[in-house]
C-alpha cells in the first residue's frame, strides 16, 4: 500500500532537520560557540529568548531551537510510522533508535553546558546524532518505498560484499569519532603540512595531538582505499544490479570528496565553510553506507564474489 504523501513529505521535513542538527553542531564546535548561552540550559543567558544576541549567542540558540523543533518533527513522524508502517519489520527498530538517539545527543549537549564533559565523551555527540540522522533517512526511504522500486527482495549479494559492507560501515563509524576528537581536543592545527604531519619529516607523532590528527588521516585513508576496493568489487560483478552498483559508485565520489575536504580544510587553516562540507560529506556517506546495509537485510547471498 502506497503510503500518504503527507507522511512522505513529514519524513522528508525530519530528515532536512536532522541534517540541520549535525550541521548546526558542526559550526557550534568548528566556532567556539558551545558556551554561547553560558551555563544554562535549556534557557539561555538566564533567560528564555535571550536579548543580547552575539554571534556565538545566535549559533548556540539557533541549535537549540533547531533541535528541538525537529525533536517534535520525529515524534510526530514516530507515531506516524509505527501507526501505518508497523507491518515493516524495521520501522520499529528504527523509531526506536532515531528518539532515543536525538534524545541522548541532547543530554549530552545539556550535560557539557551544565557541567562539561571530558574531550572523549564529547566526540561522542556528532556520531551519536549521526545515528538519529541514518535512522530517519532510511525510515524516510521506507516510507517512500525505495527497496520496492530497486527489488531489494531480489538482489543476490555474494558474501564477500557482505562481509566489506558490514565492516566498512563499522568502520566509518571509527573515522567519525576520529574526526570530532580532533575538533574537540583543538588538534585541527597541530600538523599544519598534509598528508603528512611535517612533509618530509616520517617520525612518529611526538604528542597526543598528533596522534589524534594522524590516527584520523590514517582511518580517513583507510577507509578511502576500502571503499575504493569496493567500489571496484562492485564495478566488476554487480552492473546489473543497479542500486548496488550506483549505490558504491556514489560512495566512491563522496569518500574522494571527503578526503578532498579534509586535505583544503588543513591548507586553508579550517575555513568554515569546507569545514561545513566535510562534515555534510561524512554525514552523507554514514548515511549510503546504512542503506546499503538495509539491503543486505533484504536480499538473498550467494557464497561467492
Known amino acids: ?50 536579548d543580547v544576541i552575539t554571534p556565538e549567542v545566535l549559533i548556540e540558540f539557533s541549535h537549540r531551537v533547531v533541535t528541538g523543533s525537529v525533536g517534535f518533527l520525529i515524534l510526530i513522524l514516530s507515531v506516524w510510522s509505527w501507526r501505518t508502517m508497523r507491518h515493516i519489520r524495521e520501522t520499529k527498530l528504527l523509531v526506536f533508535m532515531a528518539m532515543f538517539f536525538l534524545i541522548l545527543q541532547a543530554l549530552i549537549g545539556a550535560a557539557q553546558v551544565l557541567w562539561g564533559q571530558g574531550d572523549f565523551i564529547l566526540a561522542l555527540h556528532f556520531g551519536i546524532s549521526l545515528i538519529s540522522f541514518a535512522s530517519v533517512l532510511l525510515l524516510t526511504l521506507l516510507i517512500f518505498e525505495v527497496d520496492r522500486k530497486f527489488d531489494a527482495d531480489k538482489l543476490r549479494i555474494g558474501s564477500k560484499l557482505k562481509w566489506h559492507t558490514i565492516g566498512v560501515t563499522l568502520f566509518s563509524y571509527i573515522v567519525v569519532y576520529t574526526g570530532a576528537l580532533v575538533r574537540h581536543t583543538d588538534s585541527s592545527l597541530i600538523c599544519s603540512d598534509w598528508p603528512m604531519c611535517q612533509n618530509g619529516n616520517f617520525s612518529l607523532p611526538s604528542n597526543l595531538y598528533e596522534w589524534v590528527q594522524m590516527g584520523h588521516r590514517t582511518a580517513a585513508a583507510m577507509i578511502f582505499i576500502w571503499i575504493s576496493i569496493i567500489a571496484w568489487h562492485a564495478f566488476k560483478h554487480y552492473k546489473d544490479q543497479r542500486v548496488l552498483f550506483y549505490g558504491w559508485m556514489i560512495a566512491f565520489i563522496i569518500v574522494s570528496l571527503q578526503v578532498i575536504s579534509g586535505m583544503i580544510v588543513v591548507l586553508t587553516k579550517l575555513n568554515l565553510y569546507f569545514a561545513l562540507l566535510h562534515s555534510l560529506l561524512i554525514t552523507l556517506l554514514f548515511g549510503l553506507l546504512c542503506y546499503m546495509i538495509l539491503l ?8 561467492q564474489k
Not at 29 to 35: A, F, I
Request: aromatic share 8%.
Open 1 to 50: 500500500m502506497q503510503q500518504s504523501k503527507y507522511l512522505k513529505w513529514f519524513a522528508v521535513a525530519a530528515t532536512i532537520g536532522m541534517l540541520l542538527i549535525l550541521l548546526g553542531g558542526a559550526l557550534v564546535s568548528k566556532t567556539d560557540s558551545g558556551m554561547g548561552c553560558g551555563r544554562n540550559w535549556p534557557g539561555c543567558n538566564g533567560q528564555l529568548i535571550p
Open 296 to 303: 543486505l537485510s533484504r536480499s538473498s547471498f550467494k557464497k
